[in-house]
């Protein structure tokens, strides 16, 4: 998953950071509301974990127009603020959940499945396509009887390419999907995690398939 996090105060950001990385995410990193306009304007992410008080305004402002712009991505609001009325507030400017400070990792993790789950209509973390069955949190696919242990950026790009199977990726767009602004990534990289993938998939009857001149797909055999 890539992750964009609004978050001003510098520790609690390097720890939530890396959290989410050694979980093997993708997540960068905006301490007030125009980085994180900015970032949201120019990538796709999966979910954001948005701060309210900012030093150049209020999260809630960029929640609205995160809203207004029509944009989907779930948000999960890290607020200090434990009153009903604040909490009611921010569901009723299109949060899909809140974690009030300080709070444990362990929950934060937990809320983002709770919160990814529900935006994908499912109740569990497996993932299924054809015969193939994805575990995200094992960091497994399975086929046929067969079971592989998938690395870090191989999990992260079934992930992409389950999340819309069918829908063509193009490698500048993989490049923007696996690695941070503040991680080298190359098309070269992508075409070595494709060729990965492609391997574990042998005998799964699912398979990425090469679109000429666009990138590549999932799809079923």
Do not use: W
Not at 32 to 45: E, K, L, Q, R
Not at 113 to 129: P, T
């Amino acid at each position: 998953m890539r992750f964009l996090l609004v978050e001003d105060n510098e520790s609690l950001a390097k720890a939530i950071l890396d959290r989410l990385r050694l979980d093997g995410h993708v997540a960068d990193h905006a301490p007030d509301v125009s980085t994180a306009s900015a970032f949201s304007g120019t990538t796709d992410y999966d979910l954001i974990l948005l701060d309210i008080m900012l030093p150049d305004g209020d999260g809630r402002s960029f929640l609205k127009a995160h809203r207004e712009n029509r944009k989907e991505t779930p948000v999960i609001v890290l607020t200090a603020r434990s009153e009903v009325s604040d909490r009611v507030g921010m569901l009723d400017l299109g949060a899909d959940d809140y974690i009030t400070k300080p709070f444990d990792f362990s929950e934060l993790e937990a809320r983002c499945r709770a919160v990814l789950r529900r935006r994908g209509g499912g109740s569990s973390n497996l993932r299924r396509f054809g015969n193939l069955q994805f575990d995200p949190m094992a960091g497994t696919l399975s086929a046929g009887g067969r079971t592989v242990a998938l690395r870090n950026r191989e999990l992260r790009l079934l992930e992409v390419f389950l999340n819309a199977p069918e829908r063509i990726f193009s490698k500048p767009n993989l490049v923007d999907r696996l690695f941070s602004y503040d991680e080298e990534g190359s098309e070269n990289a992508i075409e070595v995690y494709v060729a990965r993938l492609r391997k574990h998939l042998a005998g799964s009857g699912v398979q990425i398939t090469t679109v000429r001149g666009l990138g590549y797909r999932l799809s079923l055999e």
